[in-house]
């Protein structure tokens, strides 16, 4: 009603030309010309509303997607990170439990250096005092070695030299490894001399005679044959064919110069050595 005022009015301002046929018709046609155009403005105005709204919409859409694609992002980096601080905790429990254990074996392995370092000072001082003892026996064996070789040659009254007896009983072939390992070996007796010297030993001792090598053959040690022998009555008798080394037997009477005997080579008897 109002629009259809304005343009009544519009229209009798216009017509000044004074044609009266046909003039509401085209007041009409006018009318629905501009209500059309209105109209028209009306939907495109709306037309402009809906689609700034469609873009703003989906543009908060997309940001919101967005934010919660970063949200997620967010979550899965912290619960990434806090597997990892789990684990990281669960080394380092491992680890402080190691290093407790270290620690301790530690701790035990320092008891055990000072106790075995305490245990060598005893040994050390044990072998320098066992070390000190073999000295003072070494002393007391060459000293004794010395006064035996002394009263073997002034009992005796044997002149000859580089005579010794071995310092404990043994077998013939261990008696004799004795001498050699002194640059000696058993005495070889070739002279009534020799034989008298040391016939009246109170000791029987090994001398160099033997029928290893050849039953009934005597030899010396420097492979020489038996020349002369002073052996006891029934002697040697090679006794259950077994004796095939040689000894002197202690005789009470140094004047019987017949003491010699064959005995097993297994028996253990000193040795004379002679260089
Ligand atoms: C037998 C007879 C003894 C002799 C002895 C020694 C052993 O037992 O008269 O003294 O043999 O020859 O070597
Ligand atoms: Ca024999
Ligand atoms: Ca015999």
């Known amino acids: 009603m109002e629009f259809d005022a304005i343009y009544a009015s519009y229209e009798d301002g216009i017509d000044t030309t004074g044609q009266d046929e046909g003039k509401p018709q085209k007041r009409r046609g006018r009318r629905c010309l501009v209500l059309k155009t209105v109209c028209l403005g009306l939907i ?15 543009a908060e859409r997309d940001l919101l997607k967005s934010y919660k694609n ?3 992002e967010f979550n899965h980096t912290i619960n990434s990170l806090q597997d990892n601080y789990t684990d990281l905790m669960s080394e380092k429990d491992q680890l402080k439990n ?10 035990e392995l320092e008891t055990r250096v000072n106790d075995l370092s305490v245990e060598k000072g005893q040994l050390q001082r044990s072998v320098e005092s066992l070390s000190q003892k073999k000295l003072e026996l070494e002393t007391r064996v060459a000293s004794l070695s010395e006064e035996l070789t ?11 030299d580089g005579f010794f007896m071995s310092n ?70 090679d006794d259950k064919g077994i004796e095939d080394c040689v000894e002197i037997r202690y005789s009470c009477s140094s ?21």
């Open 255 to 275: 004047s019987n110069l017949n003491n010699w005997n064959d005995l097993p080579c297994s028996e253990k008897r000193k040795g004379i050595c002679e260089k």
């Open 168 to 237: 404990k009983p043994m077998s013939w072939s261990e008696s004799r490894q004795f001498c050699r390992d002194r640059g000696a070996d058993l005495i070889i007796i070739n002279t009534e001399e020799k034989q008298r010297c040391i016939s009246s030993f109170k000791e029987r001792v090994w001398i160099g005679l033997s029928d290893i090598e050849n039953e009934g053959n005597l030899k010396w040690v420097d492979n020489s044959t038996l020349i002369q022998g002073f052996w006891t009555e029934g002697e040697p008798n």
């Open 44 to 58: 495109c105005v709306l037309l402009l509303v809906f689609i700034t709204l469609y873009i703003t919409i989906t």
């Open 150 to 160: 002394k009263v073997f040659k002034e009992g005796y009254q044997c002149s000859l």
């Open 98 to 107: 190691s290093f407790n254990s270290l620690s301790q074996k530690k701790l």
């Open 70 to 72: 970063t949200a997620e």
